[in-house]
Every structure is written in C-alpha cells, then in structure tokens.
C-alpha cells in the first residue's frame, strides 16, 4: 500500500519547496509530482514515466487566484484531473508538491477522492509548513482541518527562517499534527547565491578547490560549512514525514502497524 505525502500551503514564499527538496533528500527514490504555475524543482531530473524514482513529473497550473476565487474553485479542479490520475497511478512512497493558490482546491478534491484512493490501495499524509506571517498560520489552519478525516497522518514544519512564530498561535493552529521546527539561519548573500545554483541537492557536491578560486579558503569553508548545516536541518525538520512516507502502511483488515517497510528514510 504506496503512501503519498502532499505537501502544502496557500500562501507563497514560506519555504515549502525547501521542505520538499529536504524529503527529496531524505528519500532519495520518491517520484516527485510537482503542482505548481511555475516549474521550480528543475535541480531533479525529468520523469519520464510514471513512477520514476526520484523523477519529477510537472503539472502546469494556470488559473490565477483571482480566476479561482471567482470560479468557486472550478478554475483550479478542472486542471486538476491529470493530477488525480497520476495519484491513483502511484506504486511507490510519493512526494507531492503544490503551488501555492492550488493547495486548498485540491485538498477539496480529495475530500471526496481519498475513499477511492484508500480502495485503490493509496494513503494520504500531508505536510504543511508555516512562517511567522500571519496568513500563512490561517491558511495552515485550514488546510489541516480539511484533511483531517481523510489522511493518514498530517506534519507541520514551522519554518523559522523570517522570523520566530508565536508558540501559542502555532499550538492553537496545528492541533494534534506532528510540530517539527526548521531555525532561522543568517546566510550570506554569496552563500545564498550557491544554494541557489544547486539547492540542496547540489550541496553534497560542491567542490571545496573551485569555492577557494572562486572566493578565498576562509571564504569557501565557511560556505561549506554553513550550507552543509542548513541541509542537515531541514532533513532534521522533515524526518518524522519522511519515516512516515517509507513505513509499510497497514493493511485492511490487519490488526497492528508494522514497525516499518524495507525502504528507511535517509539520515532517519
């Protein structure tokens, strides 16, 4: 029984590619279905057919907010088919990443899709992440009781990095979901600058000799060492998610949950 983990938040610049690039990380072999306006996760290779591990498979959303607010919603699900076929294609633990404006219109599909994926042999858990904005704890709110009848498990990652979130707000949000919290890191500019050229992933390659011609020694090690201990936390942040998604889902009609599939998490 193949497990999904649909990552999300309606509002955008959180860093909810960050945490979807950090599960990618932590497991390497997940096929990756990324839902979004533009496509972002382009350090990942193409897939090329379903299922392919550590492939990203690219959905185009068009309809803008506005068209989506006025259409009640119908702007975003009749884009959303190819979507939900590819859900019910999934053999393998699945990443699934959505673009912000899309995540609640398609939670609403799968309000009424999940029982058919549960029957198909598919379960559903959902990450979402949070900064110290105020519309982004809303949205979280919203998002995690629309899938609470329906997920296997739900996670919350508060993302620290533009600033502290209130304890007492994100308590009062996230109710009985999973609380993971990724610190506030003060990167340079240049830093910033190479974690960007490769994201996390490019990280665990780079070169030390072309960071000190290209910078100084002093310059590169602290380059290495800040952007290693960056990758390092937020694979921390997503690794309950992670042995979430790896885990042998329980089978219908099976008393007790195994203690996990054959597939671990990375780093787990």
């Known amino acids: 029984m193949p497990r999904v983990l649909l990552v999300a938040q309606e509002t955008g610049g959180v860093g909810k590619s960050t945490v979807t690039r950090g599960l990618a990380e932590a497991v390497p072999d997940a096929p990756i279905l990324e839902i979004e306006s533009v496509h972002r996760l382009t350090e990942f290779k193409t897939a090329t057919a379903a299922n392919e591990p550590g492939g990203v498979r690219y959905f185009e959303m068009r309809a803008t907010r506005e068209a989506i607010e006025a ?6 699900r009749s884009e959303l088919d190819e979507v939900i076929n590819a859900l019910y294609a999934v053999a393998a633990p699945t990443l699934v990443d959505i673009g912000a404006n899309t995540s609640a219109s398609l939670l609403g599909v799968l ?9 198909a042999g598919i ?4 990450v979402v992440v949070v900064a110290a904005e105020a519309g982004s704890l809303a949205d979280a709110g919203k998002l995690l009781q629309a899938a609470r009848d329906w997920t296997g498990a739900r996670f919350v990652v508060a993302n620290g990095v533009r600033g502290a979130i209130d304890p007492t707000i994100l308590e009062r949000v996230v109710g009985d979901a999973g609380v993971t919290h990724l610190r506030a890191f003060e990167l340079e500019d240049e830093t910033r600058g190479v974690l960007a050229a490769g994201q996390l992933r490019g990280v665990g390659r780079l070169d030390r000799a072309g960071l000190v011609k290209q910078t100084s020694q002093a310059k590169a090690g602290r380059i290495l060492r800040d952007l290693t201990a960056f990758r390092l936390a937020v694979m921390e942040a997503v ?3 992670a042995l979430w998604l790896v885990e042998e889902a329980p089978v219908a009609g099976r008393a007790g949950t195994p203690a996990g599939g054959a597939k671990r998490a990375r780093n787990a």
Not at 71 to 76: I, T, W
Not at 111 to 119: F, I, S, V
């Open 71 to 76: 259409s009640g919603g119908k702007a975003a």
């Open 111 to 119: 309000r009424d899709e999940a029982p058919e994926l549960g029957k």
């Open 123 to 126: 379960e559903l858990g959902l």
């Open 239 to 241: 690794k309950p998610a």
